[in-house]
């Protein structure tokens, strides 16, 4: 089926490509990101070939793999949902719950069995290089961040991710399960004075 590249919360074709990166690099924990400077196209229905792929993903962008806290992970996330931007990010391996709680904007992380995740807990988290460097994680972890020359190229690890999934993709199986829940239809405005 055709897989999209956007979505009001969730992007079927960002948690694709955040499955491909978590499931690859062995992480506890994959953000993709599906709108600014990520992802350029929907998959079409129909064959998957190299050349739609490209089309997705045109870049060489490197993917890392980063420990962060859960606490710093949910203060990341956070903070793109004050951005107001619904449906930026893909996830895989975390469930977020977003709330507004005494004029506070909270977020609970569960790993997808529900489990919660401790904000003390170490999780590895695997994302492009700019969203560390520059992006979520900058903060936290600092811009001084080398990439490794042998980081896999994000458009070759879902590549080679696809080639031995094989089969079928439908765009519902990758939002079967929401990744991002608001409690709250617009928490971002939730700490507005």
Same mark, same amino acid.
Not at 85 to 95: E, F
């Given at each position: 089926?055709?897989i999209p590249?956007?979505g009001?919360?969730?992007?079927?074709?960002?948690n694709?490509f955040?499955d491909?990166?978590?499931?690859t690099?062995?992480?506890?924990?994959a953000?993709?990101?599906?709108?600014?400077?990520?992802l350029?196209?929907?998959?079409?229905?129909?064959?998957l070939?190299?050349?739609?792929?490209?089309?997705? +993903?045109?870049?060489?962008n490197?993917v890392?793999t %980063?420990?962060v806290t859960?606490g710093v992970?949910a203060?990341a996330?956070?903070?793109?949902v004050r951005?107001?931007r619904?449906?930026?990010?893909?996830?895989?391996? %975390?469930?977020?719950?977003?709330?507004?709680?005494?004029?506070?904007l909270?977020?609970?992380l569960?790993?997808p069995?529900?489990e919660?995740?401790r904000a003390?807990?170490?999780?590895?988290?695997?994302?492009?290089?700019?969203? %560390?460097?520059?992006?979520?994680?900058?903060?936290?972890?600092?811009?001084?961040?080398?990439?490794?020359?042998?980081?896999? %190229?994000?458009?070759?690890?879902?590549e080679?991710?696809?080639?031995?999934?094989?089969g079928?993709?439908?765009?519902g199986? +990758?939002?079967?399960?929401p990744?991002?829940?608001?409690?709250?239809?617009?928490?971002?405005?939730?700490?507005?004075p």
């Amino acid at each position: 089926t055709p897989i999209p590249r956007t979505g009001d919360l969730e992007s079927a074709l960002g948690n694709l490509f955040a499955d491909a990166q978590r499931e690859t690099t062995g992480a506890d924990v994959a953000i993709n990101n599906n709108v600014r400077g990520g992802l350029r196209a929907d998959l079409p229905a129909g064959p998957l070939t190299f050349g739609s792929l490209y089309d997705v +993903f045109p870049f060489d962008n490197r993917v890392l793999t %980063v420990t962060v806290t859960g606490g710093v992970l949910a203060r990341a996330l956070l903070a793109e949902v004050r951005t107001n931007r619904r449906g930026a990010l893909g996830l895989s391996g %975390v469930r977020v719950q977003v709330r507004c709680e005494n004029r506070e904007l909270r977020a609970d992380l569960t790993r997808p069995t529900g489990e919660p995740i401790r904000a003390d807990e170490a999780l590895r988290v695997t994302t492009m290089e700019s969203l %560390v460097q520059r992006g979520l994680f900058a903060p936290a972890i600092g811009r001084g961040i080398d990439v490794p020359a042998d980081a896999p %190229v994000m458009r070759e690890l879902v590549e080679g991710w696809l080639r031995n999934r094989g089969g079928h993709l439908a765009a519902g199986e +990758f939002t079967r399960a929401p990744r991002w829940v608001y409690v709250d239809s617009d928490p971002s405005s939730c700490e507005a004075p």
